[in-house]
């Protein structure tokens, strides 16, 4: 899909909502807005960060530079373990929820998507966003990989995972986000389809960093337009504090 069609941005607030949090939205939504946020003035941008230390996604998991290979039927009930710098969490995932989205998160954790990723937007009583890839190279090879859109058969409670998307409709990819709070029920009406539910550590979830707040341009955490563009080194040089995916595998 086009960029300049994705008017979504993570800044505009649900205006049929009670609260003021804006939707979870996707990578794509963010990439008209990237020229932009990396520009200090007419004809100019920002020098891009120092490239991380750790070796790139699409080097250690080469087969993620092929979205094709995300085509893998998912188990009706798998887990899923996450190893992170707060510690461990594990979500268990019911493809009856969600069959699309169940079998997109089921080959991304497979592919290796999630090791060496960043929680880029995590929001006090709402929600953790993650999965944007740490590698551009990577990002730019998603960008327009999505799914069908699934029915809401769950409702976005307090510890379940959705995947995130735009206003557009089939526009989820990869960005996946846990409920903070019961509240969130009111994004069931938005398309927003449940696939998970985490069943181990919800305190480790609860307790990743937060201290940036909501993300760019309206609020003071990262842009996703450039983390698809400048990947890990941006956020590791500007949001030195988020925590991380170690690791994400299947488990029985």
Not at 238 to 252: C, G, M, Y
Request: charged share 20%.
């Amino acid at each position: 899909m086009k960029a300049s069609l994705l008017l979504l941005l993570a800044s505009v607030a649900v205006v049929s909502c009670s609260k003021s949090e804006p939707e979870p939205t996707g990578a794509a939504a963010a990439t008209s807005a990237v020229a932009s946020s990396m520009a200090t003035g007419p004809g100019s941008t920002a020098s891009a960060p120092p490239a991380s230390s750790a070796p790139l996604a699409s080097v250690v998991h080469p087969d993620l530079l092929d979205p094709t290979k995300a085509k893998n039927k998912a188990p009706d009930v798998y887990k899923a373990k996450f190893t992170t710098t707060k510690g461990d969490f594990v979500v268990e995932v019911h493809r009856d929820w969600a069959p699309n989205g169940a079998d997109r998160f089921y080959d991304l954790v497979k592919l290796g998507f999630f090791d060496d990723t960043r929680f880029f937007r995590t929001v006090d009583n709402f929600m953790v966003q993650f999965g944007i890839s740490g590698d551009p190279a990577v990002s730019a090879k998603w960008q327009q990989a999505n799914i069908q859109d699934d029915p809401v058969k769950e409702s976005n409670k307090q510890g379940f995972m959705t995947f995130a998307q735009t206003n557009l409709p089939n526009s989820r990819s990869t960005q996946v986000f846990i409920n903070y709070v019961d509240a969130n029920i009111r994004l069931d009406g938005m398309r927003f389809a449940p696939f998970a539910k985490v069943s181990e550590g919800m305190d480790v979830v609860d307790s990743l960093y937060k201290g940036y707040g909501e993300g760019a341009p309206g609020g003071m955490g990262p842009d996703q337009g450039r983390i698809q563009a400048q990947g890990n080194a941006y956020l590791d040089t500007s949001f030195p504090k988020l925590d991380r995916i170690k690791h994400a595998e299947i488990v029985k």
